[in-house]
């Protein structure tokens, strides 16, 4: 008997005898079409156990058919045709699987360049871009995972070693082509689904490195709820226990509490439950249990040492008496006090007394079972990444990054590129952990990127000038800050619809533009935007302002179709890039159309099922939203959010709640807001209602009387003197937006203002003005006005870079020329281009100097316009590619 049983897992690692394949010394499982299991052992002894990433390799028995020819045995399934040579040990002549859509074969042994990667264990001490692992998706169509070196599952739900020769293999074989829905789907159902995360920890976290005393934590809450700001996690670093221990501990380890500064542990976890706050505590348990903890004598005791020697007991979490009073003496006494989860702060290696035995990925799994063990409480930890099948164990902690733009701006890359192995639920340091330069700017960007990520959750290490409360900053930081964390908790009801889409479809929160858009070829060259739900798109501003625009800047990619700007509503036409502007308030994020995205409303902290509900609604296309509550458990409810649009008509619809309601309110205020709603149309409902309208967001908002769940509501809209929706070109309130930002003369800046709708209609007098503008301000008007543009950003996992360029329209007006010179400026002749700028490029650069010109013919004037130029640096053009 080991501790691990007293959290039995059904495990289901047998396959069904029909699934598998075994030809002498190979076995091959067909745990679906597409997902094989390869294994070669010298003696022919399999392995059946679960291992650490596969628990469930019982599934349907997939179709498939085997053929001998010639002394190979070939295995086709609808997707994949596997080619093996008997008798062979596994090499690239013996096994070969191809893909049959495709084409695409692999043959064992081959790396995998094209791999779209997967993440990485920690950010610490991260200053911009790290090399993340390999990912199950990759644009080779195939990905193949070594599990040949994990440990296994014993009867206990211990881990041990394999039983295996040393020429034995265990190789997983995902062939999903570009299906990322369906990869992740087959993924989780062998490795077992995400589970469903808290309600509360999608709300805003306070988390510092700092000696506070408890009345000083609760005084920092209590600012928060002054200041409006809502929070629904405080967590408590390494402070709260003893630090100065005066023997051989560095005081990182610890787990009796300083009374000096929690005089009574108890009533601060209490006061902190009172304001609606959950709260863990922090964890480096790699030190062990010295003299001076209040649980050293019993541990001893409880391991069989003698307490007055007064030796440490080392850390030894391989063992399982160590891991029974690891549990029950230091942890299970401070959660019947009030604490609800541990950060686990693992920074200590990968090397525990049982070989090959990780203590991190090792804690994460303990840890989250053993909160399990309490039928009344969602198992949830908070912990660095421990490698493939940790989504089984949410929330991952990123780890200790550097407060710098280039942190900042790896981050939603990072956070999306984790999709691939359905990791879905990183936390990083909101406003970065350590060292830099403290900016109100990159703080306020942190903070909205936050906004848009899995968990927002603020943090700093021990150091007087890293300010994480909005206030600390100056007044516009601290309204923009606040804001975004206020709008935080409204988001609530939608992210945790997306949590039950992750836990039950096994496709996360955030995941990278090819996932859904696998045929676009832009999908793979923007990893600064990311799906953000099943509605949105969110494209975060990592790069300070322009100093003459006095605007931040991203290039976004919008897919074809209709999409709208979800804070101001102006329409985009998709299939090509936009270069957004905006000022320090504003946040890229766009809606689909037909979008339905529903937001607490005003006065409601998200967390609890809200009494109140914005839904918002885009037009364009039909659509419908499953609303998912519960009461922290079991118990929950889908209430079906709907509507169909037409030219004339818009009719939306809030069905019954279906399943239980007894954890939503008694009535519920429904307000529906019809986003680019033209003023003038008529309303209709089967509840009463009230409707006003918002002229500056285009925005209609109907709002009926409080419903109970079984009730439904339903209102039409039907055209009006100015039809049903507001028409026209999103261009003329951009640019008179972006104008009025500029840094400018201001007599000029007045007339050039009044110029702008002519600009809109004949975007080449620009060239009228260019004299008076600066390059930035020039290009920002040019991308906007004319949909063409580029954009540079370095590759994120290279030291190459890229430039983006485009022309969404294919304008011929707008041309480009792009040459490589070197550090004495002589041009090299044989990578020039010029011409008409392209539908889309991709030039990704290497080591010299290269400068990119886009400009527009010379107009019938007496002057020429000056290009557009980016000065590149020193580099070299490695690669072109042209789309038409």
Same mark, same amino acid.
């Given at each position: 008997?080991?501790?691990?049983?007293?959290?039995?897992?059904?495990?289901?690692?047998?396959?069904?005898?029909?699934?598998?394949?075994?030809?002498?010394?190979?076995?091959?499982?067909?745990?679906?079409?597409?997902?094989?299991?390869?294994?070669?052992?010298?003696?022919?002894?399999?392995?059946?156990?679960?291992?650490?990433?596969?628990?469930?390799?019982?599934?349907?028995?997939?179709?498939?058919?085997?053929?001998?020819?010639?002394?190979?045995?070939?295995?086709?399934?609808?997707?994949?045709?596997?080619?093996?040579?008997?008798?062979?040990?596994?090499?690239?002549?013996?096994?070969?699987?191809?893909?049959?859509?495709?084409?695409?074969?692999?043959?064992?042994?081959?790396?995998?360049?094209?791999?779209?990667?997967?993440?990485?264990?920690?950010?610490?001490?991260?200053?911009?871009?790290?090399?993340?692992?390999?990912?199950?998706?990759?644009?080779?169509?195939?990905?193949?995972?070594?599990?040949?070196?994990?440990?296994?599952?014993?009867?206990?739900?211990?881990?041990?070693?394999?039983?295996?020769?040393?020429?034995?293999?265990?190789?997983?074989?995902?062939?999903?082509?570009?299906?990322?829905?369906?990869?992740?789907?087959?993924?989780?159902?062998?490795?077992?689904?995400?589970?469903?995360?808290?309600?509360?920890?999608?709300?805003?976290?306070?988390?510092?490195?700092?000696?506070?005393?408890?009345?000083?934590?609760?005084?920092?809450?209590?600012?928060?709820?002054?200041?409006?700001?809502?929070?629904?996690?405080?967590?408590?670093?390494?402070?709260?226990?003893?630090?100065?221990?005066?023997?051989?501990?560095?005081? @990182?380890?610890?787990?009796? @509490?300083?009374?000096?500064?929690?005089?009574?542990?108890?009533?601060?976890?209490?006061?902190?439950?009172?304001?609606?706050?959950?709260?863990?505590?922090?964890?480096?348990?790699?030190?062990?249990?010295?003299?001076?903890?209040?649980?050293?004598?019993?541990?001893?005791?409880?391991?069989?040492?003698?307490?007055?020697?007064?030796?440490?007991?080392?850390?030894?979490?391989?063992?399982?008496?160590?891991?029974?009073?690891?549990?029950?003496?230091?942890?299970?006494?401070?959660?019947?006090?009030?604490?609800?989860?541990?950060?686990?702060?693992?920074?200590?290696?990968?090397?525990?007394?049982?070989?090959?035995?990780?203590?991190?990925?090792?804690?994460?799994?303990?840890?989250?079972?053993?909160?399990?063990?309490?039928?009344?409480?969602?198992?949830?930890?908070?912990?660095?990444?421990?490698?493939?099948?940790?989504?089984?164990?949410?929330?991952?902690?990123?780890?200790?990054?550097?407060?710098? @733009?280039?942190?900042?701006?790896?981050?939603?890359?990072?956070?999306?590129?984790?999709?691939?192995?359905?990791?879905?639920?990183?936390?990083?340091?909101?406003?970065?952990?350590?060292?830099?330069?403290?900016?109100?700017?990159?703080?306020?960007?942190?903070?909205?990127?936050?906004?848009?990520?899995?968990?927002?959750?603020?943090?700093?290490?021990?150091?007087?000038?890293?300010?994480?409360?909005?206030?600390?900053?100056?007044?516009?930081?601290?309204?923009?800050?606040?804001?975004?964390?206020?709008?935080?908790?409204?988001?609530?009801?939608?992210?945790?619809?997306?949590?039950?889409?992750?836990?039950?479809?096994?496709?996360?929160?955030?995941?990278?533009?090819?996932?859904?858009?696998?045929?676009?070829?832009?999908?793979?060259?923007?990893?600064?935007?990311?799906?953000?739900?099943?509605?949105?798109?969110?494209?975060?501003?990592?790069?300070?302002?322009?100093?003459?625009?006095?605007?931040?800047?991203?290039?976004?990619?919008?897919?074809?179709?209709?999409?709208?700007?979800?804070?101001?509503?102006?329409?985009?036409?998709?299939?090509?890039?936009?270069?957004?502007?905006?000022?320090?308030?504003?946040?890229?994020?766009?809606?689909?159309?037909?979008?339905?995205?529903?937001?607490?409303?005003?006065?409601?902290?998200?967390?609890?099922?809200?009494?109140?509900?914005?839904?918002?609604?885009?037009?364009?296309?039909?659509?419908?939203?499953?609303?998912?509550?519960?009461?922290?458990?079991?118990?929950?409810?889908?209430?079906?959010?709907?509507?169909?649009?037409?030219?004339?008509?818009?009719?939306?619809?809030?069905?019954?709640?279906?399943?239980?309601?007894?954890?939503?309110?008694?009535?519920?205020?429904?307000?529906?807001?019809?986003?680019?709603?033209?003023?003038?149309?008529?309303?209709?409902?089967?509840?009463?209602?009230?409707?006003?309208?918002?002229?500056?967001?285009?925005?209609?908002?109907?709002?009926?009387?409080?419903?109970?769940?079984?009730?439904?509501?339903?209102?039409?809209?039907?055209?009006?003197?100015?039809?049903?929706?507001?028409?026209?070109?999103?261009?003329?309130?951009?640019?008179?937006?972006?104008?009025?930002?500029?840094?400018?003369?201001? @007599?000029?800046?007045?007339?050039?203002?009044?110029?702008?709708?002519?600009?809109?209609?004949?975007?080449?007098?620009?060239?009228?003005?260019?004299?008076?503008?600066?390059?930035?301000?020039?290009?920002?008007?040019?991308?906007?006005?004319?949909?063409?543009?580029?954009?540079?950003?370095?590759?994120?996992?290279?030291?190459?870079?890229?430039?983006?360029?485009?022309?969404?329209?294919?304008?011929?007006?707008?041309?480009?020329?792009?040459?490589?010179?070197?550090?004495?400026?002589?041009?090299?002749?044989?990578?020039?281009?010029?011409?008409?700028?392209?539908?889309?490029?991709?030039?990704?650069?290497?080591?010299?100097?290269?400068?990119?010109?886009?400009?527009?013919?010379?107009?019938?004037?007496?002057?020429?316009?000056?290009?557009?130029?980016?000065?590149?640096?020193?580099?070299?053009?490695?690669?072109?590619?042209?789309?038409?």
């Amino acid at each position: 008997m080991t501790y691990t049983t007293s959290f039995p897992i059904q495990f289901s690692p047998i396959p069904n005898p029909k699934a598998v394949v075994t030809v002498g010394n190979a076995r091959f499982t067909l745990l679906t079409s597409r997902l094989l299991r390869l294994e070669y052992s010298p003696d022919a002894q399999f392995e059946d156990r679960p291992s650490q990433a596969f628990w469930y390799r019982r599934q349907l028995v997939p179709e498939f058919e085997v053929r001998e020819v010639d002394g190979r045995t070939h295995i086709i399934t609808p997707h994949l045709r596997l080619s093996y040579q008997h008798g062979a040990a596994f090499n690239p002549d013996s096994l070969a699987i191809t893909l049959l859509d495709s084409g695409d074969a692999w043959r064992c042994g081959m790396d995998d360049p094209a791999n779209l990667l997967g993440t990485a264990r920690t950010l610490d001490e991260v200053d911009g871009a790290l090399t993340l692992e390999q990912g199950l998706l990759s644009r080779s169509g195939w990905a193949v995972y070594d599990d040949t070196p994990r440990l296994i599952f014993n009867s206990d739900g211990w881990l041990e070693p394999r039983r295996a020769p040393a020429a034995y293999r265990d190789l997983y074989f995902f062939g999903y082509g570009h299906d990322a829905a369906a990869l992740l789907h087959d993924f989780a159902q062998i490795a077992g689904p995400a589970p469903l995360i808290p309600r509360w920890a999608l709300g805003n976290w306070w988390s510092r490195y700092w000696n506070y005393s408890a009345a000083e934590l609760l005084g920092v809450m209590d600012e928060f709820r002054t200041h409006n700001v809502p929070l629904s996690v405080c967590i408590v670093d390494m402070d709260w226990h003893i630090t100065h221990t005066g023997n051989r501990s560095t005081g @990182w380890t610890g787990y009796t @509490w300083n009374r000096d500064l929690f005089p009574d542990p108890p009533a601060f976890i209490a006061e902190l439950h009172r304001r609606g706050l959950k709260t863990a505590l922090n964890l480096h348990p790699a030190e062990g249990i010295h003299p001076h903890e209040a649980q050293y004598a019993e541990m001893a005791a409880r391991l069989g040492s003698d307490p007055a020697t007064q030796e440490p007991i080392p850390f030894d979490i391989a063992t399982n008496d160590f891991t029974e009073a690891y549990f029950d003496l230091l942890h299970h006494p401070q959660e019947a006090d009030g604490v609800d989860f541990w950060w686990m702060d693992w920074q200590q290696g990968t090397l525990s007394a049982l070989p090959g035995l990780d203590p991190l990925w090792w804690l994460n799994h303990l840890h989250f079972y053993d909160l399990a063990r309490d039928e009344g409480k969602r198992p949830f930890i908070f912990s660095r990444w421990g490698g493939l099948g940790n989504h089984r164990y949410p929330i991952g902690f990123s780890g200790d990054t550097v407060i710098t @733009w280039d942190s900042l701006a790896f981050q939603p890359a990072f956070t999306a590129t984790a999709a691939n192995v359905n990791y879905g639920w990183w936390s990083h340091d909101i406003g970065g952990h350590m060292g830099g330069i403290e900016e109100p700017e990159l703080y306020a960007r942190w903070v909205q990127f936050g906004l848009f990520s899995p968990i927002l959750r603020l943090h700093s290490t021990k150091n007087p000038f890293h300010e994480r409360r909005p206030w600390g900053h100056d007044a516009e930081t601290e309204r923009v800050a606040s804001a975004a964390m206020r709008l935080r908790h409204a988001f609530i009801p939608y992210l945790y619809s997306m949590a039950w889409r992750n836990h039950t479809q096994h496709l996360p929160l955030v995941q990278p533009m090819y996932h859904s858009y696998p045929q676009d070829e832009a999908a793979y060259h923007c990893p600064d935007q990311y799906t953000f739900g099943t509605e949105l798109i969110a494209a975060p501003f990592i790069t300070p302002a322009d100093a003459d625009t006095r605007l931040s800047r991203q290039a976004v990619w919008l897919p074809a179709g209709q999409w709208f700007g979800f804070f101001d509503g102006l329409p985009f036409v998709g299939d090509g890039w936009q270069a957004i502007y905006g000022r320090l308030a504003d946040i890229p994020v766009f809606a689909k159309a037909g979008a339905i995205v529903p937001l607490a409303a005003a006065g409601e902290d998200g967390v609890a099922n809200p009494a109140a509900l914005d839904i918002h609604l885009f037009p364009g296309a039909d659509n419908a939203f499953d609303l998912y509550e519960d009461d922290g458990l079991r118990a929950h409810s889908i209430t079906a959010v709907h509507h169909q649009f037409s030219v004339n008509e818009w009719t939306a619809t809030v069905e019954t709640a279906v399943a239980e309601t007894a954890h939503l309110p008694a009535r519920r205020t429904y307000s529906l807001l019809f986003r680019n709603a033209a003023q003038g149309v008529t309303v209709s409902a089967n509840q009463p209602i009230t409707t006003r309208y918002d002229a500056d967001t285009r925005t209609l908002w109907v709002t009926a009387v409080p419903i109970t769940p079984a009730e439904s509501l339903t209102v039409t809209l039907a055209a009006g003197e100015n039809g049903l929706v507001v028409a026209g070109d999103g261009r003329l309130p951009t640019v008179q937006r972006i104008v009025s930002a500029f840094r400018m003369e201001s @007599w000029y800046k007045h007339y050039l203002y009044d110029q702008l709708a002519a600009l809109v209609a004949d975007p080449q007098q620009l060239a009228d003005h260019d004299l008076r503008l600066t390059p930035s301000q020039f290009r920002a008007l040019v991308e906007t006005l004319t949909g063409a543009g580029y954009h540079r950003r370095a590759e994120r996992h290279s030291t190459d870079e890229v430039v983006i360029l485009w022309n969404n329209t294919g304008n011929e007006a707008v041309q480009y020329s792009l040459k490589a010179v070197d550090a004495d400026g002589r041009a090299h002749q044989q990578i020039t281009h010029a011409g008409i700028l392209p539908r889309f490029a991709v030039l990704t650069i290497g080591a010299k100097s290269l400068n990119l010109h886009l400009e527009q013919p010379a107009p019938p004037s007496q002057f020429a316009p000056q290009p557009w130029r980016l000065q590149i640096g020193y580099w070299q053009l490695v690669n072109t590619v042209l789309s038409a």
